[in-house]
């Protein structure tokens, strides 16, 4: 996948459009509906986004991201799109939709097909719409595929800001049925201050990004995946109360059977259930027993997942 930052005239080629914040469920309906309709009419796919989430250009509170764009980055290309372009917002912000669509997308791709899902909206003050766009298909020979509300199998409506949400109370068992992962934070690994190590259970830790949306603070069990190697871990995330002056948040993940060195490497700490909420202990102690009480649970997991 070709990754750009400026129109090129890359033309006759499938365009989505849209900001596709955590890669759903959703957008992958309009990712797979895309990539198979260019090859089906033997064109290039090209996703057109935004460096910035046009949303924050309208609040005051940036809104928290479900992943890095890098992340965004290797999950469109798994799903074979050509061609990405991540355009700077403050150049397009004041066009109205009509202009858009004419002047940017029409003029420099010549798009054959475009493909948006219901609720994608464009141009100043939010004028263009799907609808707006099927309207205009005719006029600019194009087609154009809107695609659907896409529910779990529960028949809760999959969106970003639903899974933020689940993300920000920490429920866990319905981020996967919309983002159709588990939730991830990836990082490079920095050195600690080796307590988890004194105690028998050496950690990889990286920091939260402070764009993304955070879980509660607590210990959960996952896996930490590097490159195409993924391992059970059990995950600690928080400012660590009981041993420093919970000034600082960090990811500690004590990896299964694991005993490489990973400094300065780039892991994915996957979140698959909380077991409890983080806590202060009176001392050291307290905090030991509870990590081997926490261990033992997490042996007993692991052996249900490999």
């Given at each position: ?125 939010k004028s263009g719409?799907a609808g707006f ?174």
């Amino acid at each position: 996948m070709e990754i750009l930052r400026e129109i090129d005239g890359n033309k006759n080629i499938a365009l989505a459009l849209g900001y596709f914040d955590g890669i759903h469920l959703g957008h992958k309906k309009i990712i797979a509906t895309l990539v198979n309709e260019a090859n089906a009419a033997g064109i290039k796919s090209a996703v057109i986004t935004f460096e910035q989430n046009p949303a924050d250009y309208f609040t005051d509170t940036p809104t928290p991201c479900l992943q890095s764009f890098k992340d965004k980055e290797i999950i469109l290309e798994s799903l074979g799109v050509d061609y990405l372009y991540e355009l700077d917002f403050e150049q397009y912000k004041d066009l109205s939709a009509a202009s858009y669509l004419e002047d940017v997308l029409v003029k420099n791709f010549e798009p054959k097909i475009i493909v948006v899902g219901y609720n994608h909206t464009f141009g100043k003050d939010k004028s263009g719409d799907a609808g707006f766009l099927e309207d205009c298909s005719s006029k600019y020979n194009y087609e154009c595929i809107v695609i659907p509300e896409q529910k779990t199998i529960n028949n809760f409506s999959i969106s970003s800001s639903a899974i933020r949400e689940n993300v920000k109370t920490g429920n866990i068992s319905a981020i996967k049925p919309m983002l159709g992962r588990n939730f991830s934070v990836r990082n490079s690994v920095i050195k600690g201050n080796k307590m988890a190590s004194s105690f028998g259970y050496p950690t990889a830790n990286i920091i939260w990004p402070q764009s993304m949306v955070k879980l509660p603070y607590g210990v959960y069990f996952g896996f930490v995946q590097l490159k195409n190697k993924i391992q059970p871990a059990l995950i600690s995330w928080g400012v660590r109360p009981t041993l420093t002056d919970g000034s600082t948040e960090m990811i500690e993940a004590h990896i299964h059977d694991f005993n490489e060195n990973l400094y300065g490497k780039i892991i994915s700490v996957v979140f698959s259930k909380k077991i409890r909420p983080e806590e202060k202990f009176s001392n050291s102690v307290s905090l030991r027993n509870q990590i081997r009480s926490d261990y033992s649970e997490f042996q007993k997991w692991v052996k249900t997942v490999t």
